[in-house]
């Protein structure tokens, strides 16, 4: 199961019952739309900076960090560095189980980056 666009890629590594891991490279200029679902997800940043929503905060990451979404937060990324290499973990699985609900809000990066 996987996913490619011009400013997203990402595979499903691990997809059992009981944990599902991916992986995501994600450009610059990508649109995140905020969604949320009621599984808590891992993001775990392996390059790159990105600006995080999460839960009504923006942050920015930088990797190597581990970020813990709770179950139905509203969040979404996007990065600031050329790309992000992202880890997405849940607990509870199989990826296909996983309900989205899209907001139709979107996080972008309008930031000036030298990085």
């Given at each position: 199961?996987?996913?490619?666009?011009?400013y997203?890629?990402?595979?499903?590594?691990?997809?059992?019952?009981?944990?599902?891991?991916?992986?995501?490279?994600v450009?610059?200029?990508?649109?995140?739309?905020?969604?949320?679902?009621?599984?808590?997800?891992?993001?775990v940043?392996?390059?790159?900076?990105?600006?995080?929503y999460?839960?009504?905060?923006?942050?920015?990451?930088?990797?190597?960090?581990?970020?813990?979404?709770?179950?139905?937060?509203?969040?979404?990324?996007?990065?600031?560095?050329?790309?992000?290499?992202?880890?997405?973990?849940?607990?509870?699985?199989?990826?296909?189980?996983?309900?989205?609900?899209?907001?139709?809000?979107?996080?972008?990066?309008?930031?000036?980056?030298?990085?």
């Open positions: 199961m996987n996913y490619n666009s011009d997203i890629k990402w595979d499903i590594l691990i997809n059992m019952s009981d944990l599902v891991e991916g992986i995501a490279v450009k610059k200029g990508f649109k995140a739309e905020l969604h949320y679902h009621s599984e808590e997800e891992e993001y940043f392996l390059h790159g900076i990105g600006k995080l999460n839960d009504g905060n923006i942050n920015i990451i930088r990797a190597p960090s581990k970020i813990i979404i709770k179950s139905n937060s509203i969040h979404g990324m996007t990065p600031i560095s050329d790309y992000v290499i992202l880890l997405f973990r849940f607990r509870k699985g199989k990826f296909e189980n996983i309900r989205y609900t899209y907001t139709n809000k979107y996080l972008e990066n309008k930031m000036k980056s030298k990085l």
